[in-house]
Each structure stands twice: as C-alpha cells, then as structure tokens.
C-alpha cells in the first residue's frame, strides 16, 4: 500500500473522530519516515525510516550475548522476540534439507551487523 493511500486513511480516520489529533500526528510521523515510538528504541540507536516492516529489518542486529557462533539466531530472537533455542532449531532442521539453514546462516552472519555495545 502506498504512503498516499495510508495518509488518505489516516486523515479519515481522523475526520471521523477515530483518532485524536495528537494520534493522528503521531502515525503521521510514523509513516513518513520519522522515528516514532515503536520505532525509535533500537538498543543501538540506529533511526529507522520507511514503514514497520522495513524498521524492524533495519533494526536487526547480531547478538553479543547470545551467541553460538556468529550471533546470528540470538540477534533473531531479540528483534522477533522468541526464545533464541527456537530459532536455531529451525536453521538446525533447514540445515538437513540441502543445507540451506547454513546457507541462510552465513549469508545472515555476512550481512547482518554486530550490535554495539
């Protein structure tokens, strides 16, 4: 859905009494790009634009205290928010079906930033 239509929305839903104008402005803030609650708590910092979605990919980070190897399926679990066990049980089980748990493991491992400390 394209920001328009979502700004569209928001102003409807505004008119309509739906939202306060503080709620307004803040999901305004949201959509445009601004760092708005949900969005402005990274442990590191970092200031996501764009939508939710590509906030929290932006947001992901390689754990340094829950670690295996790489840091990779405990920095999963922080953003996510399950328990880190799960997360590398399924790479382990994507790892017997033509290896690509490993595949997606050291790509992650590759692109995905350290946290800071």
Known sequence: MSDSIELDKLAELHQRGVLTAEEFARAKERLLGGAGPA?????SGYRATGNAATGGINE??????????????????????????????????????????????????????????
Request: aromatic share 10%; net charge neutral.
């Open 39 to 43: 969005l402005s708590g990274s442990a």
């Open 60 to 117: 992901l980070r390689r754990s340094v205290d829950d670690r295996w190897i790489g840091g990779v399926c405990g920095g999963i679990a922080k953003l996510t928010g399950i328990e880190s066990w799960l997360c590398r049980l399924l790479l382990t089980v994507l790892a017997l079906f033509a290896g690509s748990g490993v595949l997606v493991y050291i790509l992650l491992w590759i692109f995905v930033p350290e946290q800071e400390v």
